[in-house]
């Protein structure tokens, strides 16, 4: 069994072995020993747990029956985790690309909307602070990604540090983000063809694209981190080709981004919504960055994750800072300016044809301007198939979503996430009158943002109560930078609900939170997977503690 074989309580002088039931012997490494019974009880959470000190026994090796805390552990077959294997293929370029490569259709549609509800310099400072938040969760979890390396990502370092409430709950939080954000990105995907090939029904492009990325995804990682390495190439490119061709053009007017109409007692050219418009455009300016920490869900998919996660984490958040920063500025000042790309379901194409007009130059490069978000919709399908494989290994929702294909790939979670997010897509369109992109993005925000708490509340007590966890990489700006990060994430939080128009969207993902909490109470925590990856780090460090103190 996994557990059987503990580096780390092997190393300490102990091998750590459980036994079926409450019947676990425990004896030291040392052969001519008698055997000891060591009984794990108390502070840790574990009730009747015992486990084997130089095991393995010749007793079957099972964890029917046990429990921590509030959770208690099925036994599997020993073939259980070889139908739930993934396989190694990223270095740490392809894994920036897939950080990358997630996030900037934030750059080509999603972010503009923040110019109506706040203006030019409310969605500025906005971003600014989004941007401070990000930067110190990409340092958080890139010492955690190092330290836990499993495919959990978000979910495994609240499992670490919070038990299995707390990362069940971040785990859903981060499922709710990753199934509504391709949701948002094929929404906006619609609008660009509808400017590229108009009369065509929106929701056949929905379709088409789920269909095709999620076949991708199905066939293999490989197949999926390189086809998200060249879109995500192609996509900075024409991101580069319209900052250069909206200066070089004269295109760009600087008077263009104040001209969003000011509310009685506020300027057009200072904060034309005054300081509530800058909290209204939180959500939206999230949007140049949300999705970075989906990358430590590819740890075990990573070749060297403790070197390449930190690696690919901090230039992938350098390039998303660089590029948010050159489209929010240019991107406003074209056209019809900010009110009129504010406004825009394709600002980018909008800017293209403010550069270059209504032809076929325009045309092509919107095309091209599509790769943009089918680079984020391709790399955060990968994402939501990882989160509900994580969840559904370890038992925490129906374990037949995480089964994998003869290509190592969670093809049931993959395809139970695109029918979800479609769903989602289709009901906004039919009851958001006219807000659905917005409404979705919120959406996705509200989990996100939860989770960001979570996560770095677990990185500050794992530094207090694990110091000892071995940390590859280690965030330069420590506990501080995440209680900066933590405190910002519930800022943003509460400006999810601060535009009435999108307020039951956001209410419904967290009734359907709510639902997803009782379900664990009431059922999924009676059948946890202790051979998880997730749940079996986080009982050996429990027991390992138990030991110390005995």
């Known amino acids: 069994m996994v557990l059987a074989a503990i580096p780390r309580a092997y190393a300490r002088g102990y091998y750590l072995s459980p036994l079926r039931g409450y019947k676990n012997c425990a004896t030291s490494r040392n052969a001519s020993e008698e055997p000891r019974t060591v009984s794990f009880t108390g502070a840790s959470g574990f009730n009747d747990l015992r486990w084997c000190v130089n095991g393995p026994s010749e007793t079957d090796n099972s964890v029917a029956e046990k429990r921590s805390g509030l959770a208690r552990y099925d036994d599997v077959g020993d073939d259980y985790l070889q139908k739930r294997k993934l396989r190694k293929s990223a270095g740490w370029i392809l894994l920036w690309a897939l950080g990358v490569g997630a996030v900037i259709s934030g750059d080509f549609a999603g972010w503009q909307t923040g110019l109506i509800h706040g203006g030019f310099w409310g969605l500025a400072i906005g971003t600014v602070l989004m941007a401070v938040m990000y930067v110190c969760m990409v340092f958080s979890i890139a010492e955690l990604s190092a ?13 670490n540090a919070f038990g299995p409430t707390g990362g069940f709950i971040c785990g859903l939080t981060d499922t709710i983000e990753y199934v509504i954000t391709p949701a948002v990105i094929v929404f906006f995907i619609g609008g660009y063809m509808q400017e590229l090939i108009p009369g065509v029904p929106p929701f056949v492009w929905w379709i088409a694209y789920y269909v095709v990325f999620v076949g991708i995804n199905i066939r293999g990682v490989e197949l999926t981190l390189k086809i998200g390495l060249v879109v995500t190439l192609i996509a900075a490119c024409i991101l580069i080709v319209f900052y250069v061709a909206a200066v070089v053009s004269g295109a760009f007017d600087f008077d263009l981004l104040f001209n969003v109409p000011a509310d009685e007692g506020h300027s057009a050219d200072g904060l034309p919504k005054g300081w509530w418009g800058v909290f209204a455009a939180l959500p939206f300016a999230m949007w140049f960055y949300l999705a970075i920490e989906q990358l430590p869900l590819a740890a075990e998919e990573s070749h060297d994750a403790a070197r390449d996660m930190p690696k690919a984490l901090i230039w992938g958040i350098v390039t998303l800072l660089l590029l948010s920063l050159l489209t929010l500025v240019l991107n406003s000042g074209v056209g019809g300016g900010a009110v009129a790309i504010g406004s825009s379901d394709a600002p980018l194409s909008d800017g293209f044809q403010a550069v270059f007009g209504k032809g076929m130059a325009s045309w092509l490069l919107t095309l091209f301007a599509l790769t943009g978000l089918v680079a984020s919709f391709h790399t955060i399908v990968y994402a939501y198939g990882r989160v509900l494989f994580a969840l559904s290994r370890a038992g925490y929702i129906p374990r037949w979503i995480s089964l994998t294909n003869s290509q190592h790939t969670p093809y049931v979670a993959l395809i139970l996430g695109a029918a979800i997010g479609l769903l989602c897509t289709v009901v906004i369109s039919v009851t958001g009158e006219g807000v659905v992109g917005a409404a979705l993005l919120n959406m996705a925000v509200f989990g996100a943002v939860i989770s960001y708490t979570m996560v770095m509340a677990s990185f500050i007590k794992l530094r207090i109560v694990r110091p000892d966890l071995p940390r590859p990489y280690r ?20 400006a999810t609900f601060s535009v009435e128009d999108y307020r039951p969207a956001v209410w419904g993902v967290a009734i ?34 138990e030991l110390a103190h005995q």
């Open 512 to 545: 359907f939170l709510v639902i997803g909490i009782l379900y664990f109470v009431l059922y999924s925590r009676h059948h946890l997977v202790a051979q998880a990856p997730e749940e079996e780090n986080a009982l050996i460090e429990r027991a390992e503690d």
């Open 147 to 159: 330290a836990l390396p499993h495919a959990g990502g978000f979910f495994s370092f609240t499992r």
């Open 475 to 494: 965030s330069p700006l420590g506990i501080p930078g995440a209680v900066v990060g933590a405190l910002l994430s519930l800022v943003a939080l509460f």
